[in-house]
């Protein structure tokens, strides 16, 4: 039982880490109908320049902070060169993101070297009736239910946020209304970043990553916003922490080495299974 | 990619307009041909690898320029056709045997994710490919019988004969070669059949197509287990060649490349494939051979095939997305026109 | 207010405005009839800067709002917030403007758009158009797909709107009945080119022009 509480709270805040990412993917995806493959990118990058920002005497806090801007920085570079002014199919974004993410590698082996690389989180660990839990997991729900508040706040009461949702919603009708939709679309790969940055610094002091973590961060996040249909962030949320939690528990009770496989059967099955729902309705699932 | 149905009718209009194409694929294939007797053994291998490619390439090109999905798992193919072959020949099945089976597994792989699989489109397929390469990866460096993740070593050579033994680097480049040729041939006449042009209205317009009779979901299987099979080909000639296997020989980021490289040559033409194979395999050399110079720390020859491949695969989609050659083509036939036009 | 000088617009590779020209003065009703495909559409999204313009000349005195074929509205956001991005980018304006215009809004102001009927959405559409506070407000399609009573208070509303605040308004319809009804002036679009103008009343008089481009008057109103 005690063991069980154990897992449920590493895998929510793993699946928090998920939900983050796919959160990020959402913002763009609604924006631009684009999957951002470089989503793993901004959680690396941000990790490690943040890394880097602590062992220049940043202090804590700030050295993080560092690391969430230059992701969100990031985010809008990878957005201007992903959607172009003349417009091109997502599929073709797509790809350019790809680009971006392998390109990354190379900035990333250059200035960090492959191996995975740590950042100095919360080291202690809370210990109540036989259970061990790592301080830093609840750090990252605590965190993660802050940004999901503020992200809530922010699509509901923002102007800005209302315009991303106007875009959305209705592309053209934003067009008429002079709203600019790539620039929108830039901005939501600006937020992409900003989510990716933040769960990157903080998943590295319970997880390093090196510079092709990125895949799997990337997939874990499709996973977690495709349960929502690319297009919901509470579902996102909700998917993501389905998923840390199904690890976490394949990971306890079964074998930790299927626990990434699990879950990428999960996200086949849920993505076909809703464009059979979606055939079956009338509605072109073309994505 | 952004697929445009005018420019895919001059193209092919330009193509069939002069006979410069099958002139300059005849010349190709004799230099192919007396290359591997010049060809040191190093450089042998590249070729092989070049030839390798290329036949994967094509596979995608037809997936993708063709019947319009994008799939970023391709590699797993090239994986499941090397591990066929290495597994089957590890367990006394003659190599001949195991080298043709490699391609019929490939393709009854590709026939049983590929019915749910292709139920999705763009994106999610996409990703769907990529999550499956991920998952037999991470099964397959999980299963002992399967060599885990250390791999299969010392797979025997290909046998094709009891007594002809392909032994030397340069057999295998002819042996490449030839396979490559074969594919070729194998995928312009489908291209030029009726299911081909069936394809490639799938690719401009679904919807379209199937509204014009075309056997949509049918088509798009086919096309997919084709690609498979040319995947399952490449594989089994590279576990016989290089005698090792892993699943680290198969990333996600070989995927990529294979993106590339179509990309690079331009994915409406199976010869774009063949070129994007050659002008990729050419610059990771050239690549490795700066990356390896004096001074340089280890990881240079990495950096300098990521940093390539990203901002390639950028560059060309952005500025080029009809790949290298219809650009330069395009570039040709400006300059030629405006010198008539001066005439 | 707006002079249109000669205009050609492209669409697809087609002609679909073919050297246009036409004016409206301030505070002009002036309406842009003709049968479907005629160009109309082509015309007011160049003149809203929405489609390029590829020949002549488009001048604007004043602020120009355009209410889209369509009604366009964010079907997923409240009419309050719809409203509010008819400012966009100008995010201090507040929604009680057109709430005090038409009152009739504020009742729906929480309700999704994409749950309204037609009427009220055409009208939430105009009321998001005036939140730019327009000296020139162009409607697409006044009519389309609404009931000919929804049309009619439509209408009424939109001459109010007119006499209050002297905008100018420039409708463009298929029925000829609602436009020549509500507007002082019009031009018949056909095939990309204006084939007659003048006041409604000369229109009207001139029947064969109705029979010939629209089909007569029966379309709309009994």
Not at chain 1, 20 to 40: C, D, E, F, H, K
Not at chain 1, 207 to 224: E, K, R
Not at chain 3, 2 to 29: K, P
Request: proline content about 3%.
């Amino acid at each position: 039982m005690n063991q069980l509480i154990g897992y449920l709270i590493n895998g929510i805040a793993v699946g928090c880490i998920y939900a983050m990412l796919g959160s990020g993917l959402v913002a763009i995806y609604r924006v631009t109908t684009v999957v951002n493959v470089a989503q793993g990118t901004f959680a690396v990058m941000g990790g490690l320049i943040a890394s880097s920002a602590l062992s220049f005497g940043l202090p804590h806090g700030l050295g993080e902070l560092v690391g969430v801007i230059a992701a969100g920085i990031l985010g809008l570079l990878v957005g201007k060169i992903a959607l172009t002014k003349g417009g091109i199919s997502p599929i073709s974004s797509l790809v350019i993101t790809i680009g971006l993410a392998v390109a990354a590698y190379a900035l990333e082996v250059g200035l960090w070297g492959s191996l995975p690389v740590s950042l100095a989180g919360i080291r202690s660990v809370l210990r109540f009736s036989g259970v061990a839990i790592q301080d830093q997991y609840l750090l990252i729900i605590a965190v993660s239910i802050v940004i999901f508040i503020g992200l809530w706040a922010f699509f509901s009461k923002s102007y800005i946020g209302l315009a991303l949702t106007a875009c959305s919603s209705n592309s053209y009708g934003a067009r008429v209304m002079g709203i600019d939709v790539r620039r929108m679309g830039v901005i939501a790969f600006g937020l992409g970043g900003v989510l990716g940055g933040l769960s990157g610094i903080l998943i590295m002091p319970v997880q390093p990553l090196s510079f092709n973590s990125d895949i799997n961060l990337v997939v874990m996040g499709f996973a977690a916003a495709v349960i929502g249909g690319m297009t919901r962030f509470e579902y996102a949320l909700a998917g993501g922490v389905v998923l840390g939690v199904v690890e976490e528990l394949i990971a306890g009770y079964w074998q930790a080495r299927y626990q990434l496989e699990v879950a990428l059967g999960i996200v086949i099955l849920t993505m076909v299974f809703e464009g059979a729902l979606n055939a079956r309705r009338g509605t072109a699932a073309w994505r | 990619m952004a697929i445009d149905t005018q420019k895919v009718q001059e193209i092919s209009k330009s193509k069939s307009g002069s006979r410069l194409p099958l002139f300059g694929a005849a010349i190709a294939l004799i230099v192919a041909l007396l290359l591997p007797s010049v060809l040191n053994s190093a450089n042998s291998s590249v070729y092989v690898y070049t030839m390798l490619y290329a036949i994967v390439a094509v596979g995608l090109s037809l997936l993708i320029g063709y019947a319009g999905q994008v799939s970023l798992g391709q590699a797993v193919f090239v994986a499941v056709g090397a591990y066929t072959a290495a597994i089957l020949s590890a367990h006394g099945v003659p190599t001949i045997l195991a080298f043709i089976l490699a391609p019929f597994v490939s393709m009854m792989v590709a026939l049983i994710v590929g019915i749910p699989l292709l139920t999705l489109r763009g994106n999610y397929l996409a990703f769907g490919t990529l999550a499956l390469q991920l998952i037999i990866l991470g099964v397959v460096a999980n299963t002992t019988f399967l060599g885990g993740s250390l791999g299969i070593p010392s797979i025997p050579q290909l046998g094709l004969t009891s007594s002809l033994q392909l032994g030397s680097a340069k057999s295998y480049a002819w042996l490449s070669l030839v396979l490559l040729v074969g594919v070729l041939i194998v995928s312009r006449n489908l291209i030029n059949s009726r299911p081909g042009r069936g394809l490639r209205a799938l690719a401009t317009t679904e919807i379209g197509a199937a509204a014009a009779g075309v056997p949509v979901g049918r088509y798009r299987l086919y096309a997919f287990l084709l690609s498979a099979a040319y995947g399952g080909i490449a594989g089994a000639v590279y576990a016989f060649f290089t005698g090792f296997i892993s699943p680290n020989s198969f990333s996600v980021l070989l995927s990529i490349e294979f993106i590339v490289m179509i990309m690079v040559g331009g994915s409406r033409s199976i010869w774009g494939a063949v070129v994007g194979a050659f002008v990729i395999s050419i610059l990771v050399q050239v690549l490795n051979t700066l990356g390896t110079l004096h001074g340089l720390p280890n990881s240079m020859p990495a950096i300098f095939s990521y940093a390539a491949y990203g901002l390639l695969l950028v560059v060309i989609i952005r500025y080029m997305p009809d790949g290298i050659v219809a650009w330069f083509g395009k570039r040709l036939g400006r300059l030629t026109t405006a010198s008539k036009n001066l005439d | 207010m707006l002079e249109v000088a000669n205009l050609v617009v492209h669409y697809d590779g087609a002609v679909a405005v073919d050297d246009v020209t036409m004016r409206i003065e301030n505070s002009e009703l002036v309406s842009l009839i003709g049968p479907n495909g005629a160009g109309k559409s082509s015309l007011i999204k160049a003149v809203a800067g929405l489609v390029p313009i590829d020949g002549g000349k488009v001048s604007l005195q004043g602020r120009l709002a355009y209410v889209p074929e369509g009604r366009q509205l964010f079907r997923d956001l409240t009419v309050d917030q719809n409203l509010r991005l008819g400012a966009w980018p100008n995010r201090r304006q507040s929604t009680d403007y057109v709430y005090d215009l038409l009152p009739e809004i504020k009742k729906f102001e929480k309700r999704k758009a994409g749950q309204l009927s037609g009427g009220e959405q055409q009208l939430v559409a105009v009321a998001r158009g005036l939140m730019a506070k327009p000296d020139l407000l162009a409607i697409d399609e006044l009519s389309l797909g609404l009931s000919p009573l929804a049309a009619a208070k439509l209408v009424s509303n939109l001459i109010s709107l007119h006499e209050s605040l002297g905008i100018a308004l420039l409708i463009v319809e298929q029925s000829a009945t609602v436009a020549l009804k509500m507007c002082q002036r019009a031009y018949v679009m056909e095939a990309g080119r204006i084939v007659k103008s003048g006041t409604s009343s000369e229109l009207i008089e001139s029947g064969e022009m109705l029979d010939a481009y629209l089909g007569g008057m029966g379309d709309g109103q009994p």
